[in-house]
């Protein structure tokens, strides 16, 4: 079977985008193999914006590389929730309160800013609200990033990709989708 995976190379129907918590296993939370998902984990499951000569060229490289080379069909946002890079960020956005010591973090973390624009003007009354809506929210921007990169728009127009926006409940473990046309998450 090793050998199988190494002399066929990969050839995965779908790219997943989830956070690097230790607690998000995806293949175990999807019944796969190994070889079927391309998976990519960062700090709070997070594509930035299109900027080829910009910053965090990681997820973008990752992305780049699944679409044109691997030629993936999905791409799916995993968010959850606990999420501590998400926490960090709605402090980062809300108190102008990050650590001194995580300069890569907080950069990172300031992807998270359209997004807490976005739930800041809903009405939150305690700051886990708040932190629930913007894990939620933060899936909608990583999606709308995705769709500003010139390579994912091509191939969406020909329908040759779907994105798909994920948000699971770690103490539940349920899961709940982006439906695409009310852009609200629903229970599956």
């Known amino acids: 079977w090793y050998n199988k995976i190494a002399n066929e190379g990969q050839n995965p129907s779908t790219m997943?985008?989830?956070?690097?918590?230790?607690?998000?296993?995806?293949?175990?939370?999807?019944?796969?193999d190994r070889?079927?998902?391309f998976i990519h984990r960062n700090i709070?499951?997070?594509?930035?914006?299109?900027?080829?000569?910009?910053?965090?060229?990681?997820?973008?490289?990752?992305?780049?590389?699944?679409v044109k080379t691997l030629h993936i069909g999905h791409i799916l946002?995993?968010?959850?929730?606990?999420?501590?890079?998400?926490?960090?960020g709605y402090k980062l956005c809300k108190y102008n309160h990050s650590s001194k010591d995580l300069i890569f973090v907080n950069k990172w973390l300031n992807i998270l800013k359209p997004a807490y624009e976005n739930i800041s003007?809903?009405?939150?009354?305690?700051?886990?609200?708040?932190?629930?809506?913007?894990?939620?929210?933060?899936i909608k921007i990583s999606l709308k990033n995705l769709t500003d990169?010139?390579?994912?728009?091509n191939?969406?127009?020909k329908n040759e990709l779907v994105l798909h926006g994920l948000w699971h409940d770690i103490a539940s473990g349920t899961i709940e989708m982006l439906d695409p046309d009310s852009m609200n998450?629903?229970?599956i």
Do not use: W
Not at 53 to 61: L, V
Not at 77 to 88: E, F, M, R
Not at 149 to 153: G, L, S
């Open 155 to 157: 191939v969406l127009d």
């Open 44 to 66: 709070a499951n997070l594509v930035p914006p299109y900027n080829p000569n910009g910053d965090h060229h990681g997820t973008s490289a990752a992305v780049e590389y699944a």
């Open 16 to 32: 997943v985008i989830s956070c690097c918590d230790s607690r998000i296993h995806v293949t175990s939370m999807f019944g796969v």
């Open 185 to 187: 998450f629903v229970p």
């Open 35 to 37: 070889g079927e998902f």
């Open 121 to 138: 003007k809903t009405d939150i009354q305690t700051d886990q609200e708040g932190i629930i809506k913007l894990e939620k929210e933060s």
């Open 149 to 153: 990169f010139p390579f994912i728009k």
């Open 77 to 88: 946002i995993l968010g959850h929730s606990y999420c501590g890079g998400i926490t960090s």
